[in-house]
């Protein structure tokens, strides 16, 4: 069965600087993998996915994440937050069709 | 591209009432999933849709829940003889077969049950 691990259950970081949201998963096959976005009262919007091929892959929003298949994580990162940021995050694995996700990441933009 | 619609956005209804929700998939869409996310968790998969076929139910689907998709398109989810455990967050979401699957989600119901 695949599982989906976000340690992080919230990240403040300063306006302008860095972020990095980490996503571990677990599944005895080849997956899909998904960062989802969410904002207040709002339904789940995809930030990106990785299918195959290159292992960084680039999303909207200038946010990226790489797939590593040796520590089965599949970080999501930022050079330069802004306020508009400010939501949750959510990783997903997809093994068929069904998505299962994690519990989250609450990323706060501190101006 | 219209995108998934979802009716209706909030539902508050008194425990042991029957609940009906909409979703409306993107136009050439043909699997439709629900998905259901209580407070601070994320969306648990309920079941899915290939066209008007229901081909998969999650535990989680007690037979409270039904779900239908006449015709393929459009789905409803009916809740009978709600429970305050039912309140969430209730997602829609739809992909093209072919696609990756990849799901594009709508902007939910949420229902509160008193």
């Known amino acids: 069965a695949q599982s989906v691990t976000q340690l992080d259950s919230q990240v403040p970081v300063f306006e302008e600087a860095p972020v990095e949201l980490r996503c571990n998963y677990s599944s005895s096959v080849s997956v899909y993998l998904f960062w989802y976005v969410q904002y207040p009262n709002q339904g789940l919007q995809l930030l990106l996915k990785?299918?195959?091929?290159?292992?960084l892959v680039k999303g909207i929003n200038g946010f990226e994440a790489e797939f590593n298949k040796s520590q089965t994580s599949f970080h999501l990162r930022k050079p330069s937050v802004h306020i508009s940021d400010t939501a949750e995050y959510f990783c997903?694995?997809?093994?068929?069709?069904?998505?299962?996700f994690g519990t989250g990441t609450r990323l706060t933009i501190i101006p | 591209d219209t995108g998934v619609s979802q009716d209706p956005r909030h539902k508050i209804t008194k425990r042991g009432q029957n609940v009906t929700f909409r979703c409306d998939p993107i136009s050439e869409h043909n699997r439709l999933y629900w998905y259901r996310q209580t407070l601070g968790q994320g969306p648990e998969f309920l079941t899915y849709f290939q066209n008007e076929a229901q081909l998969e139910k999650s535990r989680l689907l007690s037979d409270r829940f039904s779900a239908e998709r006449p015709k393929g398109s459009f789905s409803t989810l009916e809740i009978q003889r709600t429970e305050q455990g039912d309140s969430a967050m209730y997602l829609c979401?739809?992909?093209?077969?072919?696609?990756?699957?990849?799901?594009?989600f709508g902007p939910g119901t949420r229902l509160t049950v008193l």
């Open positions: 979401a739809s992909s093209l077969r072919g696609q990756t699957d990849t799901q594009y």
């Open positions: 990785y299918l195959s091929g290159s292992t």
């Open positions: 997903a694995v997809s093994e068929g069709l069904e998505l299962t």
